[in-house]
């Protein structure tokens, strides 16, 4: 079991809002992913984090009998990396991520508080998924899902934003 892996760089041993922390230290991380990157390569590199996550977390159980530590943060990572390989999947250089016109950044926010939002409640097949899946899946499923959900919503809202602007 790797401890250094499964709370991020020990961002989950943060005494408050460990999961928040770890989704912090998560987003500009795979920002820089995207910018450098690519969409392409963070989905993919995001699905291979989820895997190792999954094996990680199972052994972390196995001997600590915990479920769900809420130290174990690369499940944070995993969601919030699904987010931005969905929402704000764009190519921008370095110079360009500020510009509020191209909607990365205002994506990327976006993302992350929806993210943090869908994780934190849990709704509908998140909440399911926490609550029925066993094990590393049942630590990592609920994120990828939040994060799936949060980036496509992330995406839909900035386009509805860029209509709104185009009729006014």
Do not use: C
């Not at 899946?137 to 839909?156: K, N, T």
């Amino acid at each position: 079991m790797n401890w250094f892996f499964i709370t991020l760089g020990y961002s989950g041993l943060s005494p408050k809002a460990p999961g928040t922390v770890g989704t912090l230290v998560s987003l500009p991380l795979g920002m820089l992913i995207l910018i450098y990157f690519g969409a392409q390569t963070l989905f993919l590199a995001t699905v291979l984090i989820s895997v190792v996550a999954i094996r990680e977390i199972n052994k972390y159980e196995a001997k600590s009998s915990i479920h769900d530590d809420k130290r174990i943060v690369i499940d944070e990572l995993a969601g919030m990396w699904f987010a931005l390989s969905v929402a704000p999947a764009i190519s921008v250089g370095l110079s360009e991520v500020a510009d509020l016109q191209n909607g990365f950044l205002v994506q990327s926010l976006l993302s992350f508080v929806l993210f943090r939002y869908f994780d934190i409640t849990k709704p509908s097949i998140i909440g399911r998924l926490d609550r029925e899946a066993k094990g590393g899946v049942g630590v990592v499923a609920d994120d990828i899902v939040a994060g799936f959900v949060a980036g496509i919503l992330s995406a839909v809202i900035w386009q509805g934003w860029l209509q709104i602007q185009n009729i006014i």
